[in-house]
C-alpha cells in the first residue's frame, strides 16, 4: 500500500516514450517461494523525441532488484537510482542493451495483477498497468516490442509451459525441471503479455482460415473441467469465422490458446495468441451452466478473439483511449451475438443494461466522458462508460455511416494502423476519410459525460397535412463541470396512422418519400423537423432500436404505448413501449403506496401482457422480455429520489397481480415448453434458449400463487432437469417462495450434489444473496462461513457480496444502514489484499445522492469511514474520494 496520497495523471500531459524497447527476451524460473524474471531489453532512444540522452526511467513495482546490466556492464549502487515504482538509470548512447534480473513473489501476489498463482498454476495478468509487477520495463501500449520467453519450471508440477505466439524450442532442464521458448513475431506492449505453467489438459481443434491457413486452436483447463470447453471451443470457431466474413479480419498466427483460471479479476484477458480467461467465461456445459452463462461464454470467446485486431494488431496510444479498443470490441461482439441469436433480443438486454447501469454511472461521481481527461487508478476506468456506451458511441457511427460506409471505415483504420498505437481521433479519423464525411461535431460524445436527454414534441397541421416533430437536447452537469455543447444525436424514427400501418415519410423540401423508417440527425440544442404529404394525425415510433444513448421524453399516453406494443415494425421499440407502459403504471403504484393508499394496477397492463403471452406469432424469447417488469434498480434510477421500499412493494405486487391475472395463459406456455425440455435433449442454441426463457419467467410468475400444482412443477423441474438453467431457475423461485421445508431441501440437494464445481457453487451463493425476503444480510453473513465461500477468490465475492449490494436492494438499503456497514467492512478488508476487486464492490456505496437523506447520510458515513480506515489503494482512494467530493 501506498504511503503518498495518489497522483492524478491527465491526458493534455501525454508525451511520447523517451524511448523505445525493439526486443524483449524474458526468462522465467518459477520456484514455489519466489520467482525470477531475467529481461533482455534491446532498446533505442525513440527519433521523434530528439537527439539528447535524458534519464531512462523504467517503471517497476515489488520488484527485488538482484542485478543490472547497460550493455553488458554490471551497474552498481549509484549507477542507479530506485524507488518504490521507478528505475531510473543514465543511457550512455543511442542503442543499447539492458539485462535485469528481479526476484519476485506470485505464490503471495493475491491482488492478481501481475505474474501471480491460481490454484497450483501460475499466471499472469498485465492490463493495464501489471507487467511492471514482472520486471521493469517501459509499461505503457506505445511501447511495442517483439518478445521471445523462455518459462523454465519444475516438471511433474508444471508440464505445460505457454506463452505467446508460436512455440520454438524446450527441452529437460536440471533438478526435474523443464523449459519452453515462445517467441511472438507480432511487436505488441506489454499490457499483452502473457505466461501460464500448470498441469492443464488441453482440447484441441483447428481452424481452416479464408486464405486456407491452418491455425491450432487449444483450450487449456484443470484436468476435471476438460468436457465442459466444447461450447467455447464452438464459439471460438464461429468467431473467427465472423470476423472474416463480417469484417474482413483473418487471424495471424498459427496457434491460438485460451487458458481458464479459476482466481480472475474479470472476465478475461486478449493477450495476443493466448488469451486467458476467468474459467465462468470458459467453461459451460448443459448440466452446469445456465443458457445465460453459454451465452455469456460465446460473446467474451469472441470478444477476446475480436480484440486480436481492434487492440492488439492495433492498439491504444494511452490509456485514455481505453475505449478505443474496448468500445470497438464490444460493438462488434454485439454484433457477432446478435447475428448468432436473435437480434432484437440480443438488442434489448444491451438497453436495459446500459440504461440501469450505464445511465447510473453518468449521473454519479465517478461519471467520465467515454475517452477520460484524467484519472488516479486506470483500474477504475473500466467501466460501462468505456465498454457500454463506448458501443454505443461506435454503433452511432455505424448507423450514421450505414453498414457499407463503416465497413470501408473499418478497412481504413486497420490498413492504415497495422502495428501501431493509436487514437480515438485516429479512429474518427479513418471513417472520415473512407466516406468523405465530417465528424467533428460527432466527436463531442467522446469528450462530453452524462446521458444528454432528449425532449421531443409534436404538432400536426391537419390542413396542411404537415407534422411536425421539435426535439430538444441537454446534458445534465456531470463532476467535471464541463459546459456541455450539443450532440449529433441520430434519430431512427417512423410515423404510424391510426391502423398501424407505417406512413411514408418525407421531409419538407425533398422532392419524394424515402421509406418508412429513417435515421434523422439532431445536431442542435433545439430542431424541428417537419414531415409533409401526412393524411391523419400519427403516432412516432422514436429512437428506434435505440439509435442514441440518450433518455427520450415523449408524452405517450398508456392506449398509445399499447397500440406500439402491438403495431410498430421495430421490435425493440414494442418492447420498449411495453417497458414504458410498465413503468407509467409502477409509478401510479408507487405513489399510492406513498400516500397510503391501497394499490390498484392498471388493468391495461394485464390485458397489454395477455395479448404478447398468447402471440404464437412472437419468438419466445421476445415474449420474455415482454413479460419482464423494469427491473427495481431500473426503477432507482429513473428516479428523482429513489423510495427503496415503494419501488420493491410495488413491482411486488405488480407481479403478483399479473400472476394471478394472466394464470392460465402463464400455465399454458410453461407446460408446453417444460414438455418440450423433458422430450428432447438439451441444445445451446437459440430457438432452445428462448424457448427456456419463456418457461421460467413463466414459472417465476406462477410461483408467486402458490399453487400447489405449481410447486410440484417446481419440484419436478429441480429434480429431474437435464440442465442448469431450468434447475436453477426452480432452485431461485424455490428460494423465494414461502415453502420453507421444500427450499431447504433444494438448496441442500443442490449444495451437496455440486459441492465440487465452484462455478455452480457460485450459482448456489448468488441465488441465495439475491433473494429479496427479509433477513438478507444475515443469510449472507451466514454463507460468507461456508466451506465453498472463500473471500480471496474474485468469483466469489461478486456471486455472494455483488449480489446482494447489486441486485437485492430491498435487503442492501436496509434502512437502519446495516447493508452499508456490511459493504463498507468488506471494501475495507479487500483493500488489504485486492484493491482492484475492492474498488469495483463498492459502486454501490457511490449511488448515495439517489437515496433519501437519512440513507444518505448513512452511506456518506460508510464512505467516511472508508477513507479514515488508512491504507487506501489508490483504487480504492480514487473512488471514495470522488463520491465524496
Ligand atoms: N482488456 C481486458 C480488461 C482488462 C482489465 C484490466 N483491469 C478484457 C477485455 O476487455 O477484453
Ligand atoms: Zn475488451
Known amino acids: 500500500?501506498?504511503?503518498?496520497?495518489?497522483?492524478?495523471?491527465?491526458?493534455?500531459?501525454?508525451?511520447?516514450?523517451?524511448?523505445?524497447?525493439?526486443?524483449?527476451?524474458?526468462?522465467?524460473?518459477?520456484?514455489?517461494?519466489?520467482?525470477?524474471?531475467?529481461?533482455?531489453?534491446?532498446?533505442?532512444?525513440?527519433?521523434?523525441?530528439?537527439?539528447?540522452?535524458?534519464?531512462?526511467?523504467?517503471?517497476?513495482?515489488?520488484?527485488?532488484?538482484?542485478?543490472?546490466?547497460?550493455?553488458?556492464?554490471?551497474?552498481?549502487?549509484?549507477?542507479?537510482?530506485?524507488?518504490?515504482?521507478?528505475?531510473?538509470?543514465?543511457?550512455?548512447?543511442?542503442?543499447?542493451?539492458?539485462?535485469?534480473?528481479?526476484?519476485?513473489?506470485?505464490?503471495?501476489?493475491?491482488?492478481?495483477?501481475?505474474?501471480?498463482?491460481?490454484g497450483s498454476m501460475f499466471c499472469t495478468q498485465c492490463e493495464a498497468e501489471g507487467f511492471r509487477k514482472i520486471t521493469y520495463y517501459l509499461d505503457r501500449p506505445d511501447v511495442m516490442s517483439k518478445f521471445t520467453t523462455t518459462v523454465v519450471a519444475e516438471q511433474h508440477s508444471y508440464p505445460v509451459l505457454l506463452s505467446n505466439g508460436n512455440p520454438i524450442a524446450s527441452g529437460p532442464g536440471e533438478?526435474?525441471?523443464?523449459?519452453?521458448?515462445?517467441?511472438?513475431?507480432?511487436?505488441?506492449?506489454?499490457?499483452?503479455?502473457?505466461?501460464?505453467?500448470?498441469?492443464?489438459?488441453?482440447?484441441?481443434?483447428?481452424?481452416?482460415?479464408?486464405s486456407e491457413r491452418t491455425v491450432a486452436l487449444r483450450i487449456y483447463v484443470e484436468p476435471e473441467n476438460i468436457d465442459k470447453c466444447q461450447h467455447a471451443m464452438t464459439s471460438l470457431k464461429k468467431s473467427m469465422r465472423w470476423d472474416e466474413e463480417v469484417y474482413g479480419r483473418e487471424y495471424d498466427l498459427d496457434i491460438f490458446m485460451i487458458v481458464a483460471v479459476n482466481d480472475f479479476n474479470m472476465g478475461a484477458m486478449e493477450n495476443k495468441g493466448l488469451n486467458i480467461f476467468n474459467s465462468s467465461a470458459v467453461l459451460a456445459r448443459a448440466e452446469t451452466a445456465t443458457d445465460a452463462a453459454h451465452q455469456r461464454v460465446e460473446a467474451i470467446v469472441a470478444h477476446e478473439y475480436f480484440h486480436n485486431w481492434s487492440g492488439n494488431r492495433v492498439t491504444c496510444r494511452d490509456w485514455f483511449q481505453l475505449s478505443l479498443k474496448e468500445g470497438f470490441t464490444?460493438?462488434?461482439?454485439?454484433?457477432?451475438?446478435?447475428?448468432?441469436?436473435?437480434?432484437?433480443?440480443?438488442?434489448?438486454?444491451?438497453?436495459?443494461?446500459?440504461?440501469?447501469?450505464?445511465?447510473?454511472?453518468?449521473?454519479?461521481?465517478?461519471?467520465?466522458?467515454?475517452?477520460?481527461?484524467?484519472?488516479?487508478?486506470?483500474?477504475?476506468?473500466?467501466?460501462?462508460?468505456?465498454y457500454e456506451k463506448g458501443s454505443e458511441v461506435v454503433g452511432m457511427i455505424h448507423t450514421l455511416l450505414g453498414p457499407e460506409g463503416f465497413r470501408k471505415g473499418s478497412d481504413l483504420y486497420f490498413e492504415r494502423h497495422d502495428g501501431q498505437a493509436v487514437t480515438c481521433d485516429d479512429f474518427i479519423k479513418a471513417m472520415e476519410d473512407a466516406n468523405g464525411v465530417d465528424l467533428t461535431q460527432f466527436k463531442r460524445w467522446y469528450s462530453q459525460a452524462g446521458t444528454p436527454r432528449l425532449a421531443v414534441g409534436e404538432s400536426y397541421d391537419a390542413a396542411a397535412k404537415t407534422y411536425s416533430l421539435t426535439f430538444r437536447q441537454s446534458c445534465p452537469p456531470t463532476p467535471d463541470k464541463m459546459e456541455k455543447l450539443p450532440f449529433v444525436i441520430p434519430v431512427e424514427l417512423g410515423l404510424l396512422d391510426s391502423q398501424g400501418a407505417e406512413i411514408p415519410l418525407r421531409l419538407a423540401g425533398e422532392a419524394a418519400a424515402n421509406g418508412t423508417s429513417r435515421v434523422i440527425s439532431v445536431?442542435?440544442?433545439?430542431?424541428?423537423?417537419?414531415?409533409?404529404?401526412?393524411?391523419?394525425?400519427?403516432?412516432?415510433?422514436?429512437?428506434?432500436?435505440?439509435?442514441?444513448?440518450?433518455?427520450?421524453?415523449?408524452?405517450?399516453?398508456?392506449?398509445?404505448?399499447?397500440?406500439?406494443?402491438?403495431?410498430?415494425?421495430?421490435?425493440?421499440?414494442?418492447?420498449?413501449?411495453?417497458?414504458?407502459?410498465?413503468?407509467?403504471?409502477?409509478?401510479?403504484?408507487?405513489?399510492?403506496h406513498q400516500q397510503g393508499a391501497s394499490l390498484t394496477l392498471d388493468p391495461r397492463l394485464v390485458s397489454a401482457l395477455r395479448s404478447v403471452l398468447s402471440d404464437e406469432s412472437l419468438d419466445q424469447a421476445m415474449v420474455a422480455e415482454m413479460l419482464s417488469l423494469p427491473s427495481e434498480a431500473y426503477l432507482t434510477e429513473i428516479s428523482e429520489v429513489a423510495d427503496v421500499e415503494a419501488i420493491h412493494v410495488a413491482r411486488e405486487f405488480a407481479r403478483q397481480q399479473l400472476a394471478e391475472n394472466l394464470f392460465e395463459g402463464l400455465w399454458l406456455r410453461y407446460e408446453a415448453n417444460r414438455d418440450l425440455s423433458k422430450r428432447t435433449p438439451y441444445m445451446a442454441e437459440a430457438e432452445h434458449f428462448a424457448r427456456r426463457a419463456l418457461q421460467n419467467i413463466a414459472l417465476s410468475y406462477l410461483m408467486l400463487t402458490d399453487k400447489p400444482e405449481v410447486l410440484s412443477a417446481t419440484l419436478d423441474q429441480f429434480d429431474t432437469a437435464d440442465n442448469m438453467t431450468e434447475r436453477l431457475t426452480a432452485l431461485a423461485v424455490l428460494v423465494n417462495s414461502p415453502f420453507e421445508t421444500e427450499k431447504a431441501k433444494a438448496l441442500e440437494v443442490f449444495a451437496e450434489n455440486f459441492k465440487g464445481n465452484p462455478l455452480v457453487m457460485d450459482q448456489w451463493f448468488s441465488v441465495q444473496a439475491g433473494s429479496p425476503l427479509p433477513g438478507g444480510l444475515a443469510r449472507v453473513k451466514a454463507l460468507m462461513e461456508h466451506p465453498a465461500f472463500n473471500i480471496k477468490n474474485p468469483n466469489k465475492v461478486r456471486a455472494l457480496i455483488g449480489a446482494f449490494a447489486g441486485q437485492n436492494l430491498i435487503n442492501f438499503h436496509a434502512a437502519d444502514g446495516s447493508g452499508y456497514r456490511f459493504l463498507a467492512d468488506l471494501v475495507i478488508q479487500l483493500n488489504g489484499f485486492n484493491p482492484q476487486i475492492a474498488s469495483r464492490q463498492l459502486a454501490p456505496l457511490t449511488r448515495w445522492r439517489k437515496y433519501d437523506s437519512a440513507r444518505q447520510a448513512l452511506m456518506k458515513a460508510e464512505l467516511e469511514r472508508i477513507l479514515a480506515s488508512g491504507g487506501l489503494s489508490a483504487d480504492v482512494f480514487e473512488v471514495v474520494s470522488k463520491s465524496l467530493a
Request: glycine share 4%; hydrophobic share 40%.
Open 1 to 118: 500500500m501506498r504511503t503518498e496520497q495518489p497522483k492524478m495523471i491527465y491526458l493534455k500531459d501525454y508525451q511520447a516514450p523517451e524511448y523505445l524497447i525493439d526486443e524483449t527476451h524474458l526468462t522465467f524460473e518459477l520456484f514455489e517461494d519466489h520467482s525470477l524474471v531475467h529481461a533482455q531489453l534491446v532498446m533505442r532512444r525513440n527519433p521523434e523525441r530528439g537527439a539528447g540522452l535524458p534519464p531512462l526511467v523504467l517503471d517497476g513495482q515489488h520488484l527485488e532488484l538482484v542485478s543490472l546490466k547497460l550493455d553488458d556492464a554490471d551497474l552498481r549502487q549509484g549507477d542507479y537510482q530506485l524507488d518504490d515504482s521507478h528505475l531510473t538509470l543514465q543511457p550512455k548512447a543511442q542503442a543499447f542493451t539492458l539485462d535485469t534480473t528481479v526476484r519476485i513473489h506470485p505464490e503471495t501476489n493475491t491482488a492478481l495483477e501481475g505474474l501471480y498463482k491460481s
Open 175 to 210: 533438478d526435474g525441471r523443464h523449459w519452453a521458448t515462445w517467441e511472438d513475431p507480432f511487436k505488441k506492449p506489454a499490457y499483452l503479455f502473457a505466461l501460464v505453467a500448470g498441469d492443464l489438459w488441453c482440447v484441441e481443434d483447428t481452424f481452416t482460415t479464408l
Open 330 to 386: 464490444v460493438f462488434r461482439d454485439a454484433g457477432f451475438s446478435a447475428d448468432m441469436n436473435s437480434a432484437t433480443v440480443k438488442r434489448i438486454q444491451d438497453v436495459a443494461y446500459l440504461r440501469t447501469h450505464q445511465f447510473a454511472e453518468d449521473a454519479g461521481p465517478m461519471a467520465h466522458p467515454v475517452r477520460p481527461d484524467s484519472f488516479i487508478e486506470i483500474s477504475n476506468f473500466y467501466t460501462l462508460t468505456v
Open 523 to 592: 445536431t442542435e440544442a433545439e430542431q424541428t423537423f417537419t414531415f409533409v404529404d401526412i393524411p391523419e394525425q400519427p403516432l412516432p415510433s422514436l429512437l428506434r432500436g435505440f439509435s442514441a444513448p440518450v433518455k427520450l421524453s415523449f408524452p405517450y399516453n398508456r392506449d398509445q404505448l399499447m397500440f406500439l406494443m402491438q403495431h410498430d415494425s421495430d421490435g425493440f421499440n414494442r418492447w420498449d413501449a411495453g417497458q414504458q407502459l410498465s413503468v407509467q403504471v409502477l409509478q401510479e403504484l408507487i405513489a399510492q
